[in-house]
């Protein structure tokens, strides 16, 4: 089974739509997902800051700045 994570901040516009279209994919697929806060980790900040939102698919990057609902769906159902 795949796992969703989505990298951003509070305060995002773009987070909060790749927060909704994560959200209504992972609901209606099954898949489980959670957020983590970039600003938690200097790691995630000094890799991802100029990128987010990054959506991360089994830990691998998928997608960045905007979500392609489609995309994301094709990369799920694999």
């Known amino acids: ?6 990298i951003g901040k509070p305060g995002c516009h773009l987070c909060e739509d790749a927060r909704e279209i994560i959200a209504r994919v992972a609901g209606e697929l099954g898949v489980p997902w959670s957020e983590v ?17 990054v ?14 609902e489609d995309r994301l769906r094709a990369a799920l159902a694999d």
Request: aromatic share 10%; glycine share 2%; no cysteine.
């Open 1 to 6: 089974m795949h796992r969703i994570t989505l």
């Open 55 to 68: 959506t991360l698919i089994d830990g691998v990057q998928h997608d960045f700045w905007r979500v392609s």
């Open 37 to 53: 806060n970039i600003e938690t980790s200097d790691e995630l900040r000094e890799r991802y800051w100029e990128m987010i939102p």
